[in-house]
């Protein structure tokens, strides 16, 4: 039921989700929420992200031709690469609001992942654009 999920969504004090519809729902309506990003890049497909309400959080490789299966049978490896410590860290920080802000800033070095703003594995902010498209 798409409206009862849209309510669910709505009202939710943090939503934990993979890249999924939910995802955007959350986006939408302004619900807090981590975002875990497995095969596919948060810029191909993720919502559009203020850091101070969502982190997303992924651990694929940055290059443009370098994407898993998102339909695949078994976890994507860089799904499987994100710590239970670090969801735990975001969701945590957008909970404790702007006040910690730590979630609106993105994390590299010794762990690779994304939390806030998206970066790549070595930390350098994602261009705002999907490979496919023509540059904004």
């Known amino acids: 039921d798409l409206d009862g999920l849209a309510d669910v969504v709505a009202r939710a004090r943090l939503v934990l989700c993979g890249d999924t519809g939910v995802g955007h729902l959350a986006t939408a ?12 890049p948060p810029t191909w497909w993720g919502p559009a992200i203020d850091p101070d309400q969502h982190a997303v959080i ?32 975001a969701a945590y ?21 994304v939390v ?3 970066l790549d594995g070595v930390g350098q902010a994602f261009p705002p654009t999907h490979p496919r498209l023509p540059s904004q």
């Open 29 to 40: 309506f302004g619900t807090p929420s981590v975002l875990l990003f497995g095969p596919i």
């Open 58 to 89: 992924w651990h694929g490789d940055p290059s443009p031709t370098s994407t898993g299966d998102p339909h695949a049978d078994t976890v994507d490896p860089a799904l499987a690469r994100v710590e239970v410590e670090e969801v735990l860290e």
């Open 93 to 113: 920080d957008l909970l404790a609001g702007p006040a910690r802000g730590s979630a609106a800033v993105g994390r590299s070095g010794g762990s690779p992942g």
């Open 116 to 118: 806030g703003k998206p």
